[in-house]
């Protein structure tokens, strides 16, 4: 009977339109079947370990091996920074009155580290919000912040609207380095601050020129808020994640193209309504067999990643599914290794953003090792970036301050969860 059950569910999914039906399994029927892009795209499989009980959303998160780091922090714009940033707890006060930083992006560029984030008044992403950038020669001693955008049109302190939540003002928010050729640009989202999205939503960048400025090059899609930089694929095209003003109701995206030029994209769907899953956020990479893989963050608090296949380079997407890698509905960030492993930067422990774990997986579908790198505070919006060795993994305390930690990537090789195999 068992063996009926999970032949008529793969052939439901393999027949089901995109976006006609969430994955509503329950947390006690995963299919726990290896992942294949092909053959089994509806496996939920994507934490397996003797150490993995047989409930993940049961794993002591807060006791997870720790991974030894060195520390900094790029900038703070708490009200009370009478407490040192790593055993502070964010209290209502502090946070109002100081402002917000999150929305952290790294990448390593012409000999130097470069990082950059929003910037703004209150609580994020309110009228007024900017982003800031600075620079490091060793990802660890950085420059004081500097402006990367200008001011959002007539939406700067002397605004009536000013750190306020209006339709009347606007904020930008970071995307992101895109190193396209020889060029660093700096994507940056521009609408409304009345919610999430306002209906004038586009996608600028700004590109670093020889003094060290940066150019507006001015909207390079319209109606987009991506979540990660663009990355090549194997056609040698580009590809983001979109999400538009209204996605909420349309679902999630994915733009490829960017070759000819920085403003000529094609948009593909991943869901058909975004009514039937709750999809935030995308990462997405390529698989050693040239499949692409993308998560999403699901906002209808399931606890637990969702995860889609593309075979035909972004094109389409098979049916996202409930997996079993637990998840605070928090952003998430990953990337493959130069060595092959895959990692993954996470806020696994459901309904709350502490800890901040990385996972490793080799091949980049099932993960099986899962350690700690900060907690005891909110820590989220992470960033790695992997460079000479070691890992440079940008995160937001409590959404005022820019954190880094730089990681021996040897110093993962030898660390084991309890009772792993």
Not at 11 to 33: N, R
Not at 75 to 80: K, L, Y
Not at 161 to 174: K, L, N, P, Q, W
Not at 251 to 264: K, S
């Amino acid at each position: 009977m068992q063996r009926t059950f999970v032949i008529l569910l793969l052939a439901i999914s393999l027949v089901t339109p995109i976006g006609t039906q969430a994955d509503d399994q329950s947390t006690d029927a995963f299919d726990l079947s290896h992942p294949h892009p092909v053959l089994t795209p509806q496996s939920q499989l994507m934490l397996r370990g003797a150490w993995v009980p047989g409930e993940s959303q049961a794993i002591d998160f807060d006791h997870l091996p720790q991974v030894p780091a060195e520390y900094a922090v790029i900038s703070d714009v708490r009200g009370d920074r009478s407490v040192p940033v790593r055993e502070t707890t964010r209290q209502k006060a502090d946070y109002e009155s100081g402002g917000v930083n999150q929305h952290n992006y790294l990448v390593h560029h012409d000999g130097e580290f470069w990082a950059m984030w929003s910037d703004g008044p209150g609580v994020e992403d309110r009228v007024g919000q900017r982003v800031k950038f600075a620079r490091s020669p060793d990802g660890l001693n950085w420059s004081e912040p500097q402006f990367l955008s200008p001011v959002p049109p007539q939406s700067g302190p002397d605004s009536p609207h000013y750190g306020t939540r209006s339709e009347a003002g606007f904020r930008y928010i970071s995307r992101g380095f895109w190193q396209r050729d020889s060029e660093l640009l700096a994507l940056a989202s521009l609408d409304e601050a009345a919610g999430f999205f306002g209906p004038s939503l586009e996608m600028h960048a700004f590109r670093l020129e020889p003094d060290d400025t940066w150019k507006d090059l001015g909207v390079i899609s319209d109606n987009t808020i991506n979540n990660f930089p663009p990355k090549q694929i194997a056609s040698g095209q580009w590809m983001m994640s979109r999400r538009t003003w209204d996605y909420k109701k349309v679902g999630v995206q994915f733009l490829v193209g960017g070759t000819r030029d920085i403003d000529q994209w094609e948009s593909y769907p991943v869901l058909g309504s975004g009514s039937e899953l709750s999809a935030e956020e995308p990462l997405w990479w390529a698989l050693p067999d040239g499949n692409l893989m993308a998560l999403f963050r699901d906002n209808r608090k399931s606890g637990y990643l969702y995860r889609s296949f593309s075979t035909d380079d972004g094109r389409t997407w098979s049916r996202p599914v409930k997996t079993n890698f637990p998840d605070a509905t928090s952003k998430i960030h990953g990337l493959q290794l130069s060595d092959g492993r895959f990692v993954l930067v996470s806020n696994p422990k459901p309904r709350k953003r502490d800890p901040m774990t990385i996972s490793l997986s080799d091949d980049g579908k099932v993960f099986h090792t899962m350690l700690k790198l900060v907690g005891g505070r909110r820590i989220d919006y992470p960033h790695v970036l992997e460079h000479d060795g070691h890992l440079l993994i940008a995160f937001s305390g409590a959404k005022q301050t820019v954190e880094v930690l730089k990681v021996r990537i040897s110093d993962l090789d030898g660390m084991r969860n309890a009772c792993e195999e």
